[in-house]
């Protein structure tokens, strides 16, 4: 057996130790396995790891020591099943992580069984009638909005058209306006003075020898 070393423990030293160990955690082995293991690579004895683990290491691996643990009961009860039940893969009963967990343990394509693969394969079908419904779906409201989107082109398109005819209109209104303004002007200036004739005639008359005399 490897003496013991006397020198501290390195952050090197204290990864490896931890790793070991979950690792026989997650597999069901022991840790009285994991320290020996540890032991022999980084020349400390068995003793000596698990007074460290158990004094310092393990403290910082609570969460990570719980996880070991549930792994560790999942791949016991899989274990525990019959061979033909196969191992679903995600969106059969199992999520992504985990599937990848047991696949990444040993569990080969092999070990599926064929009616998770058609339960897979009818499910895989069902997603896609679904998500061709929805492209349909989506297609007739974008042909909707594009129908729609024309007429109110058309319907902008006329009233331009009206708008740009008032226009038209208020400027020939606005030209006849002021030109019978003008007329209307003429008129009363003419009134004005064909009033000041008649009035200049009423203060003459004419005389038996046809000269003007003034009417006082």
């Not at 003496?3 to 069901?28: K, N, P």
């Not at 290491?57 to 791949?75: G, H, W």
Request: charged letters at 35%; aromatic letters at 6%.
């Amino acid at each position: 057996m490897t003496a013991v070393r006397q020198d501290a423990w390195s952050s090197e030293d204290d990864l490896i130790l931890a790793e070991v160990t979950l690792r026989h955690i997650r597999e069901g082995s022991t840790q009285l396995a994991a320290f020996e293991e540890v032991g022999e690579k980084i020349g400390r004895t068995a003793a000596a790891c698990g007074f460290r683990w158990n004094s310092c290491v393990r403290k910082k691996y609570e969460e990570a020591i719980s996880l070991a643990k549930t792994q560790r009961q999942k791949r016991s009860y899989y274990k525990k099943q019959p061979a033909n039940s196969g191992i679903q893969v995600a969106g059969l009963g199992l999520s992504e992580a985990e599937a990848g967990y047991y696949k990444m343990e040993g569990a080969s394509e092999e070990t599926l069984s064929i009616d998770a693969v058609i339960r897979f394969l009818k499910q895989w079908k069902g997603s896609l009638q679904e998500n061709g419904r929805q492209l349909k779906m989506l297609e007739k409201e974008l042909r909707e909005k594009e129908e729609e989107l024309n007429n109110l082109r058309r319907v902008n398109e006329r009233l331009s058209r009206e708008v740009s005819e008032v226009q038209t209109d208020y400027r020939v209104v606005n030209d006849d306006y002021k030109a019978l303004i003008q007329i209307m002007d003429r008129a009363r200036r003419l009134a004005f003075l064909n009033e000041e004739d008649e009035e200049l005639k009423s203060r003459f008359k004419m005389d038996a020898n046809g000269n003007l005399e003034r009417i006082e």
